[in-house]
């Protein structure tokens, strides 16, 4: 019986792009492969990366440059790009870096086998096409391991929105979303496996638009089905946009109890010129209004957002009214970056921000969020709150889990196994984590 092969994926950037490393990790189990941790016994490198952040492509190059010397001691190696640089950047990966044997956009993994056949029989694979047919039925039904608590799966992909910063309309296509039936099978089939929590995914993710027995549902409707998934008892939802926070999904935070109180809602700026010049379609009072609403719904839902500071044209006016936003707001979590230029969008030739004034801008935002961070966490102590338990901790017999408002808790000397969900009263707040005690 000869040796399964190894498969080594490197992922980068977003929980979709974890979503998707899975699905090609058992698109290639079919195969014969199996995963490791390390690239130096790997049959197989791929590197399923994300375009998001500055430079991005360079840093792929530079990441395929440093196995060339693996790929000189095994010929037989096969190294594969995958995700949205490989989206970008097509067949100019192998041109500049030739060690490469398949490159392969985030529409067409599921061709993965059949790339995978081509690039043994000593040929290269390419295939960064849109194709028609759904990739999720073409790819084989989820194996039936156990695994953790917690799963990623995707419902919705791409975007129509196009905002000025942003290549994901490029490189992942127009809004889809999946049938309603397939989410719910795949969902049982995570749950049979051990799954307890499930975080539905979306470039828009609020922008649902799937086919179901009475035709195209919404979101919350798809989370009031999951919410029939016996042995499911948590559900989440990222990335959403504020033009598509509906009635039914604002109200479901306020009425579903395995909906947890916690939402990702991306404002990027306060600033109504900054806005609209990001073509984004909402105001900064009309994403307070938003809050507001969502906030009657669900008093405890813990907010996160975010936020691009630098972005061309914004005056200190204009990050004043961002830094405003965020006092109102009071964002448990919040992602803040620097504007950097996207190759192919509006924004990217548009006279752009001093850079030493954009850090400046950003280290003043990002001190701002982090007081609110706090004060949030620490507001959490003597309270109680349902903890999933993910992992074992650092010390002896300390087990880690996230709370419904997504804090990181870990508990000692409870007995408590991974999977388990437990009432679990807080004592201490540290840095980046909460204490807290099982209730008996």
């Known amino acids: 019986m000869s040796e399964p092969k190894k498969l080594y ?53 530079s990441e395929l440059g440093r196995f060339k010397g693996l790929k000189a001691e095994k010929p037989d190696l096969k190294i594969g790009v995958a995700g949205c640089v490989a989206q970008a ?17 985030p ?31 073409k790819l084989k039904s989820r194996p039936k391991a156990k695994r953790g608590p917690t799963a990623f799966l995707t419902v919705q992909e791409g975007c129509d929105k196009f905002c000025a910063f942003c290549v994901v309309p490029y490189t992942r296509g127009a809004e889809v979303s999946r049938p309603a039936d397939r989410i719910i099978r795949e969902a049982n089939e995570l749950v049979e496996r051990g799954v307890r929590e499930i975080t539905l995914l979306g470039q828009n993710v609020n922008a649902y638009h799937g086919v179901g027995p009475n035709g195209d549902m919404t979101l919350a409707q798809l989370i009031w089905e999951l919410d029939k998934v016996d042995g499911l ?23 579903c109890s395995k909906l947890m109180p916690y939402l990702h809602l991306p404002v990027q700026a306060g600033s109504d010129k900054i806005l609209k010049r990001m073509n984004r379609s909402h105001t900064a009072e009309s994403y307070l209004q938003l809050i507001e ?37 009071k964002y448990g979590y919040a992602y803040s970056f620097k504007y950097s230029t996207r190759p192919g969008t509006p924004a990217a030739e548009r006279p752009q921000v001093d850079s030493v004034e954009a850090d400046d801008r950003l280290q003043r935002l990002q001190a701002t969020i982090t007081r609110h961070q706090r004060e949030i966490q620490d507001g959490m102590v003597g309270r109680e709150v349902s903890v999933l338990f993910e992992k074992p901790g650092r010390f002896d017999d300390q087990m880690v889990g996230k709370s419904e408002y997504l804090h990181a808790v ?31």
């Open 233 to 255: 008892e948590r559900i989440r939802f990222t990335t959403s946009h504020p033009n598509d926070m509906m009635d039914d999904l604002i109200e479901a935070h306020g009425t």
């Open 9 to 61: 994926i490197k992922t980068y950037g977003c929980q979709m792009n974890v979503y998707d490393s899975e699905r090609m990790a058992e698109a290639l189990g079919g195969e014969g492969y199996v995963e490791t941790k390390s690239h130096d016994d790997a049959d197989m490198i791929l590197l399923n990366t994300c375009h998001i952040r500055e430079k991005a492509a360079e840093k792929v190059y």
């Open 410 to 440: 870990h508990v000692t000397g409870s007995g408590a196994q991974i999977g388990d969900i437990a009432r679990v009263k807080i004592v201490s707040s540290g840095a980046n984590s909460l204490a807290g005690e099982v209730i008996r």
């Open 89 to 105: 950047e097509g067949e100019e990966i192998m041109r500049r870096q030739p060690l490469v044997d398949l490159v392969v956009g």
């Open 107 to 137: 529409q067409s993994y599921h061709r993965l086998p059949e790339m995978e056949a081509k690039t043994r029989a000593g040929e290269k694979a390419l295939d960064t096409d849109f194709p028609e047919e759904d990739k999720f039925e």
């Open 293 to 329: 609403r969502i906030r009657a719904a669900r008093p405890d839902i813990v907010m996160s957002g975010d936020f691009i500071v630098g972005f061309p044209e914004e005056t200190e006016e204009d990050f004043q009214a961002t830094l405003d936003l965020v006092e109102q707001v």
